[in-house]
């Protein structure tokens, strides 16, 4: 089993959708969890940082983090052509800077 | 303040071929890690470095290795290269006090491709 699961598959949406993307892990020691954002032929970008579990709002971007279930949730609220990249959610745990990362969703907002 | 810099951007080898890879972090950023990026395995942790050292590694082979300068620059070398290490290599920076856990700032990586 993979420490972190993030469903890989593409996603269309219209502009002003609302986004959901979404990540489960394994390792229960996980506290710090990001999500990135990569745009093609670029180096991933950090949007959200959360530590332990809780909401945090930034803008029209909305994390969630549930260590209970080990699941965490990124929320685009009116998405727009611009947001169309690639989304990473990452997390690593208490005193190390090695970073896990699901596999990515590309995401496409269309005009 | 100028962002993680990788260099070269592009590269073409051969199999069985070295290379060596270059990345400037933040200045003022301490610790230097490097990921391997694949389609098929999405972004591994190679290693970290801070102040020098080799803090943690990653499940590679002992092909791939590193170091890092006093002024904080670090390489990643890769000898014999295989095919399957075609990847795009990242670099990120951090402040990394410690034992704490940071923020990373990732550079626009090199593109590695191995003929």
């Known amino acids: 089993q993979k420490e972190v699961e993030q469903d890989p598959g593409p996603l269309s949406v219209p502009e002003g959708a609302i986004v959901s993307l979404n990540c489960t892990y394994s390792?229960?020691?996980?506290?710090?969890f990001m999500w990135y954002r990569q745009y093609s032929r670029k180096g991933p970008e950090l949007l959200m940082y959360?530590?332990?579990?809780g909401n945090k709002e930034d803008g029209r971007f909305t994390a969630q983090v549930d260590k209970s279930s080990k699941y965490i949730s990124l929320f685009i609220r009116d998405s727009q052509p611009s947001d169309s990249a690639t989304y990473l959610c990452a997390m690593s745990d208490y005193g190390n800077n090695r970073l896990a990362f699901g596999k990515g969703n590309q995401v496409v907002v269309i005009p | 303040k100028a962002g993680v810099t990788q260099t070269p951007r592009y590269l073409i080898k051969t199999r069985g071929q070295q290379v060596t890879l270059s990345c400037s972090p933040i200045?003022?950023?301490?610790?230097v890690s490097w990921y391997q990026q694949t389609p098929g395995q999405g972004l591994q942790f190679l290693f970290e470095y801070f102040s020098e050292t080799q803090r943690n590694k990653g499940n590679f082979p002992g092909r791939f290795s590193g170091r890092q300068f006093s002024n904080s620059r670090s390489e990643m070398n890769v000898s014999t290269l295989e095919l399957g290490d075609s990847a795009l290599y990242l670099c990120?920076?951090?402040?990394?006090?410690?034992?704490?856990?940071?923020?990373?700032?990732f550079g626009p990586g090199t593109r590695l491709t191995v003929l």
């Open positions: 990120a920076s951090s402040s990394r006090q410690g034992l704490s856990t940071d923020t990373q700032y």
């Open positions: 200045s003022g950023h301490r610790s």
């Open positions: 959360t530590y332990s579990s």
């Open positions: 390792n229960s020691a996980f506290q710090y």
